[in-house]
């Protein structure tokens, strides 16, 4: 059986790199974050051993926890970006999970320039756990993955759209 997946799509009336910059980012990943999922992120290391990378070059490592509503004990998640690319108009970069609450677990972000929009789409491929875990991350599969997914755009739409986010030149 092959893994499960979960797509959304939103246009972006704001330019590709500023929506590109601002998902390169730990802030960018903290802001998308719903408050709900109480993430803490607790170290990032670059693809060279650095720690506190401005940009999550393809090769860097994230180490966060979630405590989704403040339930259950803080579940670690270890991320790692596999690829990260831009060119033409296009870009893209995937993270996968090496560990934490899913038996697998592959999130990729495109970006599409539109004139002075930017389409933003996010396809996640996951395999739940099962037992207690299961259970304990079910707020996250499912019926939690829409509302998660449709705060994350709304975020991203807020932020750069109103101007708030500006890149960091």
Not at 20 to 30: A, K, P, R, V
Request: a negative charge; aromatic letters at 10%; zero cysteines.
């Amino acid at each position: 059986m092959g893994m499960a997946e979960y797509r959304r799509a939103t246009r972006i009336h704001a330019p590709l790199e500023d929506v590109w910059e601002f998902h390169s980012t730990e802030q960018g990943l903290e802001a998308l974050t719903p408050d709900w999922m109480g993430l803490e992120v607790e170290s990032v290391i670059g693809p060279d051993g650095e720690p506190d990378p401005t940009v999550l070059e393809a090769g860097s490592k994230l180490q966060m926890s979630v405590r989704p509503f403040g339930v259950g004990p803080r579940q670690s998640w270890t991320s790692v970006i596999t690829e990260r690319e831009e060119r033409d108009g296009v870009a893209w970069f995937t993270d996968v999970m090496e560990d934490g609450p899913f038996s697998a677990w592959e999130h990729t972000h495109s970006f599409y320039a539109d004139g002075e929009t930017t389409l933003l789409r996010d396809r996640v491929e996951y395999e739940l756990p099962f037992g207690a875990l299961g259970r304990a991350v079910a707020p996250l599969s499912g019926i939690g993955f829409a509302p998660m997914f449709r705060k994350r755009h709304q975020v991203t739409t807020e932020l750069l759209e109103s101007g708030s986010w500006r890149r960091q030149r």
